[in-house]
């Protein structure tokens, strides 16, 4: 018997974990939880169970699993935030991976983490909490990527990059082989980061030096 597994938040992200989730064939998927009163999710054929308020009798009704269906772009700090409170009552949050996604088995993947459809994750990488990696995402041998951060769709981190926490790596950006993204730093979409960039940081384009 598959168990039952809640998702928190609405959006594309939580459904695209949706389809994923379906095809592992592993969970029930018993709802959606939302962060307040009123609002309401349905897809396919969830619907919404509660609210951030409910997650404790959730978890006493016997289910055990949850899973963080909310995206990066202005969630960074809600996202940890969310993680901690699950936690702090018991839910355990598995790594959800795409069928379709490659792995290498050596990759240290924390829970938590979302791998999309196509992406791959090449030897040795290390990857932090509720990571996500979204379709057709490419971390490359040797990577490490800090938690809550997000390696957005046909992304590329070349050869022992090191990606901070809360970052993000935006659509089709590359980030050459031994460069490191700083903490709650941005690398805009379609960039080709060429150096280091420093915590807090957002740069785009051909990103050579940085600017204060």
């Known amino acids: 018997?598959?168990?039952r597994i809640i998702l928190l938040?609405?959006?594309?992200?939580?459904?695209?974990?949706?389809?994923t989730i379906e095809a592992l064939g592993r969970y029930?998927?018993?709802?959606?939880?939302?962060?307040?009163q009123g609002m309401e999710m349905s897809f396919r054929s969830y619907h919404t169970i509660g609210t951030d308020h409910d997650l404790r009798e959730i978890y006493s009704a016997g289910i055990r699993k949850a899973c963080i269906g909310i995206g990066?772009?202005?969630r960074k700090d809600v996202r940890r935030r969310v993680y901690e409170s699950l936690k702090e009552i018991g839910f355990e949050m598995p790594n959800i991976i795409d069928n379709t996604?490659?792995?290498?088995?050596?990759?240290?993947?924390?829970?938590?983490c979302f791998i999309g459809k196509k992406a791959v994750v090449n030897t040795n990488a290390q990857i932090g909490k509720c990571v996500i990696v979204n379709t057709g995402a490419i971390i490359e041998?040797?990577?490490?990527?800090g938690d809550f951060s997000h390696i957005s769709v046909g992304s590329t981190l070349c050869g022992e990059v090191c990606v901070g926490e809360h970052a993000m790596i935006g659509a089709n950006a590359t980030v050459i082989q031994g460069r490191s993204i700083g903490n709650n730093s941005i690398v805009g979409?379609?960039?080709?980061?060429l150096i280091d960039v420093e915590d807090d940081m957002k740069v785009y384009?051909?990103?050579?030096e940085q600017h204060w």
């Open 1 to 3: 018997m598959s168990e």
């Open 9 to 19: 938040g609405a959006g594309g992200h939580a459904r695209s974990m949706v389809d």
């Open 28 to 36: 029930e998927i018993a709802g959606f939880v939302m962060p307040e």
């Open 72 to 74: 990066y772009l202005g």
């Open 101 to 112: 996604a490659v792995i290498a088995s050596d990759v240290k993947l924390d829970e938590g």
């Open 141 to 145: 041998h040797d990577c490490c990527v």
């Open 189 to 193: 979409a379609n960039s080709t980061v």
């Open 205 to 208: 384009g051909i990103v050579k």
